[in-house]
């Protein structure tokens, strides 16, 4: 029987992964608008994104966006769910994956709290439809949200 080598992934370096990382994003409305964050940490520090993170082992997805919005924006929610995934890989300048997510993307409510930056946020803010394209927002997150509120309206 072959032995089998430990696996290499150092959980808190998600720079060149063995494998993709797992993570939640949360879709949050209020009064036709969305919440977004501005990201203070590598990668994509100064961008602004829907608020979410990495799941932690053990961890279920729905516990994991919770967690995060909470971290994040100081805001509990609930999670009414999942609204799409999708992947992003950012290549370094030899086009090799120095970052590689699987996100799953939740619609969710607020349900207590307020809105204040924390953890790896810099700003949270509620942007209208109409002002989301004044904002430096993550490649592939303005089509997520787009397709959010086209959902939202028809129902």
């Not at 959980?11 to 608008?33: E, H, K, S, T, W």
């Not at 971290?71 to 590689?100: C, M, N, S």
Request: aromatic share 8%.
């Amino acid at each position: 029987m072959a032995s089998r080598e430990p696996c290499s992934i150092n959980p808190d370096n998600r720079r060149y992964p063995n494998r993709p990382i797992i993570g939640v994003g949360a879709l949050v409305f209020q009064r036709g608008r969305i919440l977004l964050v501005e990201r203070g940490k590598e990668p994509l520090k100064g961008y602004w994104s829907i608020p979410g993170g990495v799941v932690e082992v053990g961890e279920r997805l729905e516990e994991a966006v919770r967690r995060e919005v909470l971290e994040e924006t100081g805001l509990e929610v609930k999670p009414l769910g999942v609204f799409e995934i999708f992947e992003r890989i950012i290549r370094d300048a030899e086009g090799r994956p120095e970052y590689h997510y699987v996100l799953v993307d939740y619609l969710c409510r607020v349900v207590g709290g307020a809105a204040c930056a924390a953890d790896d946020a810099c700003a949270v803010r509620w942007v209208k439809r109409r002002d989301l394209a004044a904002c430096r927002i993550t490649e592939g997150t303005l089509e997520v949200i787009a397709r959010a509120f086209r959902k939202r309206t028809k129902r």
